[in-house]
């Protein structure tokens, strides 16, 4: 006979994410397209241990600096008679509009990006300094990628070359 153990997690361990109604979507502005922080949390594997008001604050960074970059773009969209970026005209992804989906990427990964940035330099320990490098090299991804993800909203280059 074999005797088996449940064991219950510890009352102050982090939960892998808060209960979903601690975490309600972002409203955007009318012309962008909101965003769900456990959808941002699950696909950037934001542990528990970032709470719900710390990850909506950097959500709102990222969208209100995502939204910046891509000034412009909307003013000339409207002019063109688009009250929406699902509007505009773009390829379908599983049932979803190429732009909207780098658009929510963009917030996503400048999201993460910001959070690791207050959270690398915690550690001052000589295992802390090579996690720090690790962190920084992941923290460069995530910028990159928010960048390309903002280039491609816009239908732009990622990249601008010019000869001196």
């Given at each position: 006979m074999?005797?088996?153990?449940?064991?219950?997690?510890?009352p102050d361990?982090?939960?892998?994410?808060?209960?979903?109604e601690?975490?309600?979507?972002?409203?955007?502005s009318?012309f962008?397209p909101d965003?769900d922080?456990l959808?941002?949390?699950?696909v950037m594997?934001i542990?528990?241990?970032i709470?719900?008001p710390?990850?909506?604050?950097?959500?709102?960074?990222?969208?209100?600096?995502?939204?910046?970059?891509?000034?412009?773009f909307?003013?000339?969209?409207m002019a063109?008679?688009?009250?929406?970026?699902?509007?505009?005209p773009?390829?379908?992804?599983?049932?979803?509009?190429?732009?909207?989906s780098?658009y929510q990427?963009?917030v996503s990964a400048?999201?993460t990006a910001?959070l690791s940035?207050?959270?690398?330099s915690?550690d001052?320990s000589a295992?802390g300094?090579r996690?720090?490098e690790?962190i920084?090299?992941?923290i460069?991804?995530l910028w990159?990628?928010a960048r390309?993800?903002?280039s491609n909203?816009?239908?732009r280059?990622?990249?601008i070359i010019?000869l001196?």
């Amino acid at each position: 006979m074999s005797t088996v153990v449940i064991q219950k997690p510890r009352p102050d361990a982090p939960a892998l994410r808060p209960p979903a109604e601690d975490e309600p979507i972002v409203k955007n502005s009318f012309f962008w397209p909101d965003v769900d922080p456990l959808e941002v949390r699950d696909v950037m594997r934001i542990e528990g241990t970032i709470t719900a008001p710390r990850l909506r604050r950097a959500i709102k960074s990222a969208i209100a600096e995502v939204n910046a970059e891509l000034f412009i773009f909307r003013r000339d969209q409207m002019a063109d008679g688009y009250h929406r970026l699902a509007d505009v005209p773009a390829e379908l992804l599983d049932g979803e509009s190429v732009r909207v989906s780098e658009y929510q990427n963009a917030v996503s990964a400048m999201t993460t990006a910001l959070l690791s940035e207050q959270y690398r330099s915690l550690d001052t320990s000589a295992t802390g300094s090579r996690k720090a490098e690790v962190i920084e090299s992941s923290i460069d991804e995530l910028w990159r990628t928010a960048r390309n993800a903002i280039s491609n909203v816009a239908e732009r280059s990622h990249c601008i070359i010019g000869l001196l």
